[in-house]
């Protein structure tokens, strides 16, 4: 579930970097409002099943959230490459979720090389 919610994030600040308001918008409510959405069910997720990963990708998209406000109310020009750059990282998180669903962590043949 929380994937779908991820996707429906990017989607929306993906929006928010095509249409680049000058000022604040919809836009940027709506990419709060996803990414914020997308935080509550990794919560209800983390809250049935505590794992490490869990807390880390709650960790990420709350940083996003910042940095989407940041956007929305700037204290001079809106950050845009940072939006740009929190979009990626949002979207790395999601394809390592997708990509390593059922891997524990620690097990990858990069972490076990001596």
């Known amino acids: 579930m929380s994937e779908s919610l991820g996707w429906e994030a990017i989607a929306a600040v993906d929006q928010l970097l095509e249409d680049r308001p000058d000022k604040v918008g919809h836009d940027f409510s709506a990419a709060t409002r996803r990414l914020a959405t997308w935080r509550d069910a990794l919560v209800q997720r983390q809250r049935h099943s505590p794992a490490r990963r869990d807390n880390s990708a709650l960790e990420r998209v709350n940083a996003a959230i910042s940095v989407i406000l940041g956007g929305q109310f700037p204290l001079g020009r809106v950050p ?16 390592d979720e997708v990509d390593q669903p059922a ?5 990858s043949a990069e972490t076990t090389r001596s």
């Open 80 to 95: 845009w490459p940072e939006i740009a750059r929190v979009r990626q990282q949002l979207h790395e998180l999601l394809r």
């Open 103 to 107: 891997a524990p962590t620690g097990t």
